[in-house]
């Protein structure tokens, strides 16, 4: 079984900086494309950034100037480091895994349960 498990986030104040984290565990193949998207009250799910395993990233225009992700691939992990954040920052993040079960599988896309960032003075 393939779980994503989220650490970081809480509250931080305007300006402030935080790193989320997220690691894939279980048995699997391979893994394709790492990110995380966010989701503020009553707003639609965003992406924020993504990682794929080529090497080549995208992040959001709303934040790139703030935000940087990054991968370990050794220990199958992705960072999101977050400065300078904003009362708009303020969501659920989510962690997102596209993965390979196994050699010559279909690649599935998995979900963290999400990890609250709080942006408040």
């Known amino acids: 079984q393939v779980q994503l498990v989220e650490s970081g986030g809480g509250l931080v104040q305007p300006g402030g900086s935080v790193v989320l984290s997220c690691e894939v565990t279980g048995t699997f193949f391979s893994i394709h494309v790492m990110g995380w998207h966010r989701q503020a009250p009553g707003k639609a799910r965003e992406m924020v950034a993504v990682h794929t395993s080529g090497g080549a990233s995208t992040v959001a225009d709303s934040v790139k100037d703030r935000f940087t992700i990054s991968r370990d691939y050794a220990k199958n992990t992705v960072h999101l480091q977050m400065n300078n954040l904003k009362l708009e920052d303020t969501a659920v993040y989510y962690c997102?895994?596209?993965?390979?079960?196994?050699?010559?599988?279909?690649?599935?896309?998995?979900w963290g349960q999400g990890t609250q960032v709080t942006v408040s003075s």
């Open positions: 997102n895994a596209l993965v390979r079960r196994v050699n010559g599988g279909v690649r599935r896309d998995y």
